[in-house]
């Protein structure tokens, strides 16, 4: 399983980010391969409008099987995202990435 | 003669001005008012006309045709503004974020992406005895204020160009819809108040007029309360001085009513005066 978590850093320490379109980093854990992959996601500071969207695109790249992020896509990115067969876990800002992929594991995260 | 009535900080009284202004001149001279406000136009609360024309706007937005579409992903590299995206096999288009450059649609390989009309909001122009006055209101959810301030300038320019004093009601800020509202215009009225907020806010949109290379005065409203900072910053900065509209609850009373001052209140009238006499000095330059 392939796993993207909305973060504000590069370790497993960082903090999750609460915002789906605005995300500082997206932090994809590869489960099989025990493997972990930063994307740098700071170039939508400069975007007025359509973060949304623009994260979202991302996500057709990256193809993961599970989002984990904190106040969950907004309206325009929850389109964006409807095509992509991918299981969205919300709430969970206020965790370290670390945290909240455990608490994934533990099926202790909303499920959108 | 175009003057846009214009403010940095929201809620300073450009409607007051506008409305009360307009009123007041087009006794003696053939005047428009425009409200180009378009998030939020309500001169019409005040000015009580008959409607006599209205015209539904639209903006520019592509529309995905499926069976002539190649997938090739040029559309979506090419938008600046992440409004057309491919999902795996469906291009979408997110119309709320297109700002109608036509890329994604000229650049379409196979014409799979032609421009077609999205609603954006209405104009209705209506007549007050002699005033003309037209009101553009942007759609519920509409982001975009732009393209229709632009249209509604159009309209004005072209059906009214007549009329002897233009008054446009612009949106508060320093941000783009401002800029639309005020560029073609001959002279610009800021209105601020006498608070640390309405000082700071006077300050950009100075700024903002002035990397315009616009001309502008200002018009302190609700004289009397606060301090005198925003006075002693136009002494400074060298800026005109119009008027003074003292703070005043009866003003107030009758504004929360929907009522017009202009034939009410003395010192309003004054007020009014003072702005007739410096637009007929600026008229005459």
């Given amino acids: ?112 | 003669m175009k003057i846009a009535i214009a403010s940095g900080k929201g809620g300073t009284g450009k409607t007051l001005i506008s409305t009360n202004l307009t009123k007041y001149l087009s006794e003696k001279r053939s005047v428009i008012l425009a409200d180009i406000d378009v998030e939020e136009p309500n001169t019409n609360l005040f000015i009580k006309g008959k409607p006599i024309n209205t015209t539904k706007q639209f903006r520019m937005v592509p529309q995905w045709y499926k069976d002539k579409c190649i997938l090739c992903g040029e559309c979506q590299a090419n938008c600046k503004f992440n409004a057309i995206m491919q999902m795996i096999d469906v291009i979408n288009v997110f119309e709320e974020l297109c700002h109608g450059c036509y890329a994604c649609s000229g650049l379409c390989p196979t014409t799979a992406l032609p421009m077609v009309e999205y609603p954006t909001g209405e104009t209705v122009e209506y007549q007050s005895d002699s005033l003309v006055l037209i009101e553009s209101r942007l759609n519920i959810g509409e982001e975009q204020a732009v393209p229709l301030i632009n249209k509604t300038h159009k309209i004005v320019d072209e059906k009214y160009e007549n009329r002897e004093i233009k008054i446009y009601d612009s949106p508060p800020g320093t941000s783009c819809p401002v800029i639309a509202a005020t560029e073609d215009v001959d002279f610009v009225i800021l209105v601020t108040e006498p608070t640390a907020f309405g000082l700071n806010d006077l300050k950009l949109a100075v700024e903002t007029m002035r990397f315009l290379d616009k001309e502008f005065a200002v018009i302190i409203n609700r004289y009397g309360m606060g301090n005198d900072d925003v006075e002693k910053y136009c002494q400074q900065e060298n800026i005109d001085l119009i008027a003074k509209i003292p703070f005043d609850v009866e003003i107030a009373k009758y504004y929360s009513k929907g009522e017009l001052i202009y034939n009410k209140l003395d010192s309003f009238k004054n007020s009014l005066k003072e702005i007739e006499n410096y637009l007929n000095r600026i008229i005459k330059n």
């Fill in chain 1, 1 to 112: 399983m392939k796993i993207a978590l909305t973060s504000t850093g590069k370790e497993w320490s960082s903090e999750i980010d609460a915002r789906f379109g605005r995300t500082e980093f997206i932090f994809v854990y590869d489960e099989e391969a025990d493997s972990v992959e930063i994307i740098d996601n700071s170039a939508v500071k400069n975007e007025a409008h359509g973060a949304g969207s623009a994260t979202a695109q991302k996500m057709y790249e990256i193809k993961p099987d599970v989002l984990i992020t904190g106040n969950g896509p907004g309206e325009t990115a929850a389109k964006a995202l409807q095509k992509l067969e991918m299981k969205i876990f919300v709430d969970a800002h206020n965790l370290t990435i670390k945290e909240a992929y455990e608490k994934y594991k533990k099926g202790e995260l909303k499920q959108l």
